[in-house]
């Protein structure tokens, strides 16, 4: 389909996007995520600013615990990162998982986070990773956990005005580690159902656990009881299927063409069984 006429701006800075910003105007990062709805016009905002080509987005910064990124890096780009496979390889791994090539090179990490799609793959990664999210408007810059940026659906903590600039994963420490797995969808490679783990350990012990689930509701979260429930466990296939059975206790799963509530509640355990035992 053809989308609804719009206005096309072109920022130099993030302080001239935001000056550009009103209630009708959206940000244009790689287009992955916001060209196809305007396609559906499920979305029709007067005016699109580009922020392709501000350089002080373009960034991976690695810093003494953690590495930024910059809200306009490819998910090419991270796939590619020495840094990033060495002290946060999880990143490393969900980027070269998402869509095909096309999707890879031009899509970003603060696109993705934006549009907040419930079955994207970085919400997952980026809650198992405690990121932080930091956000610039017009009165300058705030922080953001990632506990607390997704919403709901297709809803962040993005307020009107403000933009998104950088990604903060804190770095992995020697006696951690994590995972990302999903179903995918067989065209788009969306997730069915993706499960993150980020695991510490003292020696066998499982001394706390982080874990984000995409494409199960209609916002990525944590499931704190199986969290909760691996702390303090030994890391054993006995340990693990004991922990997963109530992964979706208090949550309303979805339930579409691509899998039924029943299917998807199965396939949450079945994923999240499989990225912890990726960590044995």
């Avoid at 309303?252 to 990225?275: G, I, P, T, W």
């Amino acid at each position: 389909m053809i989308p609804f006429s719009f206005e096309y701006k072109k920022a130099a800075s993030v302080k001239e996007a935001i000056s550009m910003l009103d209630g009708d105007a959206k940000i244009l990062g790689g287009g992955h995520s916001l060209i196809p709805t305007l396609k559906l016009r499920l979305d029709s905002p007067a005016c699109l600013i580009d922020i392709s080509k501000i350089e002080s987005l373009q960034h991976i910064r690695d810093n003494d615990n953690s590495i930024s990124i910059g809200a306009g890096v490819t998910h090419a780009q991270i796939a590619e990162d020495k840094s990033l496979a060495t002290h946060c390889p999880m990143m490393g791994q969900a980027a070269k998982e998402i869509g095909d090539i096309q999707v890879r090179n031009r899509g970003t990490l603060g696109g993705s986070i934006a549009h907040a799609d419930p079955a994207a793959d970085w919400p997952a990664v980026l809650l198992a990773a405690n990121a932080q999210v930091t956000i610039q408007n017009s009165n300058g810059t705030r922080t953001v956990d990632i506990d607390q940026f997704f919403k709901g659906f297709f809803e962040t903590a993005l307020e009107e005005g403000e933009i998104i600039t950088t990604i903060t994963v804190p770095k992995t420490m020697a006696n951690q580690n994590s995972a990302y797995v999903k179903f995918k969808q067989p065209a788009s490679r969306f997730a069915i159902v993706g499960c993150a783990v980020a695991l510490a350990m003292n020696g066998s012990t499982i001394e706390s656990a982080r874990i984000g689930l995409t494409g199960v509701a209609d916002v990525t979260y944590r499931p704190d009881n199986v969290e909760k429930a691996l702390i303090g466990e030994d890391l054993n296939e006995a340990s693990i299927d004991k922990s997963v059975q109530d992964v979706t206790d208090g949550v309303s799963v979805m339930s579409d063409h691509y899998a039924s509530e029943s299917y998807r509640k199965h396939l949450a355990q079945v994923f999240v069984k499989r990225a912890l035992k990726k960590l044995m």
